[in-house]
Each structure stands twice: as C-alpha cells, then as structure tokens.
C-alpha cells in the first residue's frame, strides 16, 4: 500500500481534522463522533440536515456541510457505517425546533444505524424523519443492501433538500422534495480498477489491465459483469441505456447530467464522457439543462465513472440553482 497516512485506525480522524483546519470560518469539528458541522450549529429557523455513511467518497458527505447544504456529516470509517451513537449524538448536537431530516444511502449498516439513532431522539422529544436514497439501477440487491444503493444521486437530494431548509420549509415539505428528486434520480457506475482501503492494506478487488466492472458499487461492490474493456463510446451506452430506460427518461424532458468519477479518473477523461453522453442524450430528445462533471462521491482512488440524470420541472430547477457554501477549491 502506498498512501499518505501514519496509522491507517486514525486515517479518517486525521482527514476529518485537515477538513476542518482547512475551512475554520465555515466548519466545526467535533472528534469524539466524526462530526463535521457548519460553523455555530443548529439554526432553529430551519430544519436541519444530516448525512453520515462510510468515509472514502469524498468529498461526500463531509465536504458538503454548508449553507444551502447539509448542516452536519458525521461518517464512519473508510466504507463503514456511522456507529448508531455517532448519529444520535449528531442529532441532539444539530437538532432544531424545526426538526432534523437524516439522509441514508441505501445500505444495511447505514440504515440500522440511522434507524436506530431516529428512534432514540425521537424518544428524547427530537422531531426526526428519515430519507432514504436509492438511484443505483446496477442491481436490485447488493452484498450490503435490500433494494438499491445510493450512490452520486444522494448530491442533488442534498442540493434540494438544503436550499427548501434554507427557505424556511417545514420538516414534512423537505422530506417532500427528497422524496420526489430522488424518484426522478437515476445512476449507474463502471470501474476500470479496485482500491485500497487503508486499514486493509491490499485492493478490495483486482482487475485485470483489458477488464472493467459494469454497474460496480462504490464500495466496490459487484456490479452487473466483469467484462472486456469497452471504447468510451461503448460504455457510455450502456450506462445511458440502463439509465434512461429505468425511469424511463423521453423526449422532451429536461435533466440534470452528472458525470461523477470515482476518485482516480483525469479530469479530461469524464469531460470526454460527458461530451459523449450529452450528444447521445440530445440525439433522444432529451436536454441537458444543467451539468455536473467532476467528483462527486468516490471510491478513494477507484478509477471509473458514474452518470447520473435527473428529470427535473421547475420546482427542481430552482432547488437546484439556489446557491450554496461548501468546503471546495477556491480560484
């Protein structure tokens, strides 16, 4: 394994601390439960918003807590579950008087440990509501779900969520609008490489150098098959074929298109995927009416990539240009 890291037990302490001392004006970190929270706290004007999850898909969800944005993430180890105390004592720290809404991706720790956290505050008299996010259409099943994953999509019901909380919306209007971006939110992966986790020393899984995973998970879970690797034309296909076929997505709509990579794709490479994906798009009748390429949620130094579309109307559109503060590269 060559990383940057001392002890791989203290890898995400260490990386949630440099997130932290990297945005003092923006955010709090509070150490005993992996907390990353906006600068202050709670605002008792709006509901508030938490995410947790596994570490290692930077920059979600830490590096997404701010204004119009999640008020608190407090993750797990790299590709673990959040301790069920980790989120119950996130709660209490974020809750507001006008209610906490937990985003979980679709996994069974993250929803046992969600689940379990919302049932302890609520026993306290804390208004909590739950939002599950599952826009992976790879697979029905997973080795670590009942249904399917979250994955990239959870950045738009993010982006939503946060700017109706920002507006002032009650807990049962939020919980709304992730419901229904999330119903209109439709993924799906390729991986070319595996990756390390720190703690486990060696790859989670190995390709060889003409394989690819087609609809891997970012945890590095199987994917619909191992096969031979593909043109970018090819691949972006296949995933647009899955996607726009699952909804289904028609002529005439207008959509959000994510090209996410999966934290050790170039640059360049995802801009040619989004230029493939946004022509094919076009040639269904489909437009592009905003666009996303970068990383969004990763899997360490993965090498591969996710599309995600969003059917969007006006209520989303806004949601989604509403503007927002976050840990990111300043220019």
């Not at 906490?100 to 509501?129: H, P, Q, R, S, W």
């Not at 060696?202 to 879970?221: K, N, S, Y």
């Not at 699952?246 to 959509?255: I, T």
């Not at 990383?295 to 240009?321: F, H, P, R």
Request: proline letters at 5%.
């Amino acid at each position: 394994m060559k990383k940057f890291v001392n002890d791989p037990k203290q890898f995400v302490p260490d990386m949630l601390k440099g997130v932290a001392l990297a945005n003092p004006d923006l955010l709090d970190y509070v150490p005993e439960y992996n907390l990353i929270m906006r600068k202050g706290g709670a605002s008792h004007d709006r509901v508030s918003i938490i995410q947790g999850s596994g570490s290692g898909h930077e920059p979600a969800h830490v590096m997404v807590v701010g204004p119009g944005m999640l008020t608190g993430a407090c993750p797990g180890d790299v590709f673990a579950a959040p301790p069920a105390e980790y989120v119950y004592e996130s709660t209490k720290r974020l809750a507001s008087d006008k209610g906490v809404l937990l985003i979980v991706n679709n996994y069974t720790g993250d929803k046992m440990a969600f689940e379990m956290a919302a049932e302890d505050a609520t026993d306290e008299g804390i208004n909590v509501k739950l939002l599950f996010v599952n826009d992976d259409v790879a697979v029905t099943d997973s080795l670590y779900t009942v249904g399917r994953r979250g994955v990239a999509g959870n950045f738009f019901v993010i982006k939503a969520v946060g700017a109706a909380a920002e507006a002032g919306a009650d807990l049962d209007e939020v919980v709304r609008i992730g419901e229904k971006v999330n119903a209109n939110t439709r993924s799906m992966g390729v991986a070319l490489t595996g990756c390390t986790p720190p703690a486990k020393g060696e790859p989670i899984f190995t390709l060889a150098d003409d394989e690819m995973e087609m609809g891997v998970g970012i945890h590095g879970e199987p994917g619909r098959r191992r096969d031979t690797m593909g043109t970018a034309d090819e691949i972006v296909d296949e995933l647009l074929e899955a996607i726009v076929g699952d909804l289904p997505y028609q002529q005439g709509d207008e959509v959000a298109l994510m090209v996410n990579g999966l934290g050790g794709t170039p640059i360049s490479e995802l801009y040619l995927l989004y230029g493939i994906a946004a022509e094919r798009l076009a040639a269904m009748g489909i437009t592009v009416h905003r666009s996303y390429v970068g990383e969004y949620c990763t899997a360490l130094e993965m090498t591969g990539a996710s599309i995600t579309l969003v059917k969007l109307d006006d209520e989303i559109k806004e949601l989604l240009a509403a503007p927002a503060e976050v840990a990111t590269r300043v220019f």
